[in-house]
């Protein structure tokens, strides 16, 4: 079984940067691809940025420009670099992995608050 730790969260004001990584039990070059998705109160979890293992990269609109996924080889993380946050990205993030064999696996999550 898959085990996702998630860190770096944590509280801002609109403008600022934060950088959350994700440390996977497995290598992270073992899976299809990883990624971060985020759930919001009263919301549906929803995709923010996903990494494949070519190093293809996918965002969402509302954050593309802004933030930055990444792989850290040497720590074996995954990583997501939030630039001018907004209080519209507070949320709880969650990493994501998903294997060669489609088995998709959840970290617990980590909170992102980001005030006016």
């Known amino acids: 079984q898959v085990q996702l730790v998630e860190s770096g969260g944590g509280l801002v004001q609109a403008g600022g940067s934060l950088t959350l990584s994700c440390a996977a039990s497995?290598?992270?070059?073992?899976?299809?691809?990883m990624g971060w998705y985020r759930q919001a109160p009263g919301k549906q979890r929803e995709l923010v940025a996903t990494i494949s293992t070519s190093g293809s990269t996918n965002y969402a609109d509302s954050v593309k420009g802004r933030f930055t996924i990444s792989r850290d080889v040497l720590k074996n993380t995954i990583n997501l670099q939030m630039n001018i946050l907004k209080p519209e990205d507070t949320a709880v993030y969650y990493c994501?992995?998903?294997?060669?064999?489609?088995?998709?696996?959840w970290g617990q999550g980590t909170q992102v608050t980001v005030t006016s």
């Open positions: 994501n992995s998903n294997s060669f064999t489609n088995i998709q696996s």
């Open positions: 497995g290598r992270i070059f073992s899976f299809k691809s």
